[in-house]
């Protein structure tokens, strides 16, 4: 099974199999102790009330999951903001997404994408006139505020700049912070003296 459906279902399938054996076994022990069907009953209708509260919650992740599949247009590599922080997705499955930042990766739970609790927005590339008014262009070195770091820029996106800082990290940061002014970014000549 667990290569037709995989590790989770066949878990899921197995715990929910242990616990109906154990749960006739259990009814069997007390009905030849003496327990009235009544009490057996009452006791089932407890049981069933929780197991439906979890299944609920179970389901309610996997519906969540299909709505974000169904009506989200991302894939894995896709650039995405999440609530205004650029990243990238990684995976997406039924219960979780997840995304790498500039400072980390991060999991989103599906069901608060789909209840819009947290708000991604898919980047599409395509030509802005705006890319004309930043100080440097892809492959340019640049020497930047933010985080104080020197290095390449390796992407260039309407909404976000990407720079591979000489330490091996990469830095990225919204277009808009340097066009007002919050984050300063300036292209390093040839002769190593800086351009404004």
């Known amino acids: 099974m ?28 007390l009905h030849t102790l003496g327990v009235s069907p009544g009490n057996l009953l009452v006791g089932a209708g ?3 009330l929780i197991i439906g509260v979890v299944l609920s919650t179970f389901v309610g992740n996997i519906v969540a999951g299909a709505l974000v599949f169904t009506t989200h247009s991302f894939k894995v590599g896709d650039g995405v903001l999440v609530n205004n922080v650029p990243g990238r997705i990684l995976d997406i499955t039924a219960f979780v997404t997840k995304i790498r930042t500039d400072v980390g990766e991060i999991s989103v ?15 599409h590339k395509h030509e802005v006139k705006s890319l004309n008014r930043l100080p440097y262009n892809v492959g340019d070195r640049v020497v930047t505020t933010y985080m104080k770091g020197e290095g390449v820029v390796k992407e ?9 800082l000489d330490n091996g990290k990469e830095l990225t940061f919204l277009n808009s912070s340097v066009l007002t002014g919050i984050v300063a970014v300036a292209k390093v000549s040839h002769a190593g003296s800086v351009q404004a």
């Open 109 to 123: 739970p599906n069901s608060a994408i789909a209840s819009g609790g947290v708000i991604m927005t898919a980047i």
């Open 46 to 48: 407890v049981i069933s």
């Open 156 to 164: 260039l996106t309407p909404l976000y700049t990407v720079i591979a």
């Open 2 to 29: 667990v290569t037709r459906f995989g590790v989770a279902p066949t878990a899921l399938l197995q715990f929910m199999m242990q616990s109906l054996s154990v749960l006739v076994m259990g009814f069997g022990v």
